[in-house]
């Protein structure tokens, strides 16, 4: 069984940086596609980017320039770095993966396995 766990969220300024992690447990993170995204109070969902399983990654252009995602299959962790944060960015932040191997990590309505969240608050 598939599961994520997301840390690193809390309340930060604008124009702050702040990494967020995702520890996978119950297969490797390496041929499987990664992907964040977030949910604002009020609002759906959104895409924010992905990793694919050979390392390339994908954003959503609102917070492409800002945010990083990358992983370390050793750790079987993957991160979101945001940098120059904005108050728009309060959400909640969730990882994401895949059901099958080699997917594109662009494709977001393949996710299936979600961790629980982690709230990011931006003040102004």
């Known amino acids: 069984q598939v599961q994520l766990v997301e840390s690193g969220g809390g309340l930060v300024q604008a124009g702050d940086s702040l990494r967020l992690s995702c520890a996978a447990s119950g297969r490797r993170i390496g041929p499987y596609a990664m992907g964040w995204f977030r949910q604002a109070p009020g609002k759906e969902r959104d895409f924010v980017g992905g990793?694919?399983?050979?390392?390339?990654?994908f954003y959503a252009c609102n917070v492409k320039g800002r945010f990083t995602i990358s992983r370390d299959t050793a750790k079987n962790k993957v991160y979101l770095q945001m940098n120059n944060v904005k108050p728009e960015d309060t959400a909640v932040y969730y990882c994401a993966t895949q059901r099958g191997p080699t997917s594109s990590a662009a494709n977001s309505s393949a996710y299936v396995y979600w961790g629980q969240g982690t709230q990011v608050t931006v003040s102004s």
């Open positions: 990793i694919s399983w050979v390392g390339n990654t």
